[in-house]
């Protein structure tokens, strides 16, 4: 059985309430980070070993053609070392909460940057598919985030490895940029959906360490997604797997 659930705008909000719930958001970003610090950290090292064989290999180099090559090489690693460190830090440290006319799919691609080693390693095949460069008014350290989330949280329903399939693109109406993320988990029961939207609703058993779910990653999400004036709808299929679809204004209200 496929169920659906979608969020209702949100309430006016109060002044304190908005400062708590900004700091519930960087906490909540802070902990994500520390989810992905470990798969940057291995891939770091990875393209550290290249570059240092690559430089060995340039020095002992006979000709300046394989020489040119081992430049190469050491270059290219240089300069994905220094996106994931880039997109990383302004991933730990954007706290900004200004919206701004902005491209989805170099967000959806700075995201899967961070998080595509985690994923190879639990055998997860990614699938992109982009629908042009669609453009919507958005917090971008924010977006990040909420995808994130959404893509670890995919991930851990994932344990035997799967599909994870992200989508963008626009809706028929041409006034919301939807993004779609698939995975081929466990799904969510029925009498779950609701539930999972809720402050510390978890099922993440903890493990040897004691860590399980803290139940927060979806309600921060829902909130960025109220803040933005969008929605978030998920769909799912016991033993099947889960989509969840954000859907985000290209204006805001006020402008229409
Ligand atoms: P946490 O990840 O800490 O448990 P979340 O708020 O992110 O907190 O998620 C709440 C619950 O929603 C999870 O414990 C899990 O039961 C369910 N869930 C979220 N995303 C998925 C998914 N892609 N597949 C299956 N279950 C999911």
């Keep these: 059985m496929t169920t659906g659930h979608e969020l209702l705008p949100p309430p006016a909000a109060v002044t304190e309430a908005d400062l708590l719930r900004q700091q519930l958001i960087q906490a909540q970003r802070l902990s994500s980070v520390g989810e992905l610090a470990s798969s940057v950290a291995h891939e770091?090292?990875?393209?550290?070993?290249?570059?240092?064989?690559?430089?060995?290999?340039?020095?002992?180099?006979?000709?300046?053609?394989?020489?040119?090559?081992?430049?190469?090489?050491?270059?290219?690693?240089?300069?994905?070392?220094?996106?994931?460190?880039?997109?990383?830090?302004?991933?730990?440290?954007?706290?900004?909460?200004?919206?701004?006319?902005?491209?989805?799919?170099?967000?959806?691609?700075e995201v899967?940057?961070?998080?595509?080693?985690?994923?190879?390693?639990?055998?997860?095949?990614?699938?992109?598919?982009?629908?042009?460069?669609?453009?919507?008014?958005?917090?971008?350290?924010?977006?990040?985030?909420?995808?994130?989330?959404?893509?670890?949280?995919?991930?851990?329903?994932?344990?035997?490895?799967g599909r994870l399939r992200v989508e963008v693109g626009e809706n028929p109406a041409g006034d919301t940029v939807e993004v779609k993320i698939t995975d081929t988990g466990t799904g969510i029961a029925p009498e779950h959906l609701r539930q999972i939207f809720e402050p510390f609703f978890t099922t993440k058993a903890p493990d040897e360490y004691g860590r399980g779910g803290t139940g927060l990653g979806l309600s921060v999400c829902r909130q960025i997604i109220e803040a933005h004036h969008g929605r978030i709808r998920v769909e799912s299929v016991v033993g099947k797997g889960s989509t969840f679809t954000v859907k985000l204004p290209k204006q805001l209200p006020e402008d229409r």
């Design 44 to 109: 770091f090292n990875n393209i550290l070993t290249a570059v240092i064989n690559f430089a060995k290999i340039g020095m002992k180099a006979q000709t300046p053609a394989s020489q040119q090559q081992a430049f190469e090489k050491i270059l290219k690693g240089g300069q994905r070392a220094a996106a994931i460190v880039h997109t990383m830090l302004g991933f730990a440290r954007n706290n900004s909460v200004t919206r701004e006319t902005t491209e989805i799919v170099p967000l959806v691609e």
């Design 112 to 161: 899967l940057l961070l998080t595509e080693k985690d994923l190879g390693k639990h055998r997860i095949l990614v699938e992109k598919k982009f629908h042009g460069r669609p453009k919507a008014v958005v917090v971008p350290g924010q977006i990040e985030q909420i995808l994130v989330n959404l893509v670890i949280n995919a991930r851990q329903a994932m344990s035997n490895g």
